[in-house]
């Protein structure tokens, strides 16, 4: 499994992005599929997670801010950002996992926000 994500960038307070994850294959065969992030000198937390029955969670921060949806058909997930804050400046991480039997990372994207 390869993911490939992309549409991090510079933009300022209040601004937006989306980031894009595609896969190589089917996303309909992950448990879950979703994005993480690690701040400068930090560690690498959730920000948002999609189960196969379309079930979200969202970390707290980010919540009425970001959305989390999926296009089967093009085997990509996306992350809308909106109202982006400083506090947002991470490398953004796509990750995928079918439960047990396996877990994935994407490259890693940079996303800063400028005040």
């Known amino acids: 499994v390869q993911l490939q994500a992309s549409g991090g960038g510079g933009v300022q307070a209040g601004g937006s992005l989306t980031l894009s994850c595609k896969a190589s294959?089917?996303?309909?065969?992950?448990?879950?599929m979703g994005w993480f992030r690690q701040p400068p000198g930090q560690q690498r937390d959730l920000v948002a997670l999609m189960t196969n029955t379309g079930a979200t969670t969202y970390a707290e921060s980010v919540k009425g801010r970001f959305t989390l949806t999926r296009n089967n058909a093009e085997n990509t997930m996306y992350l809308q950002m909106n109202d982006l804050e400083p506090e947002d400046t991470a490398v953004y991480f796509c990750h995928a996992n079918t439960g047990v039997i396996g877990a994935w990372w994407g490259q890693g994207t940079l996303v800063t926000v400028s005040s």
């Open positions: 294959g089917s996303i309909s065969r992950f448990n879950a």
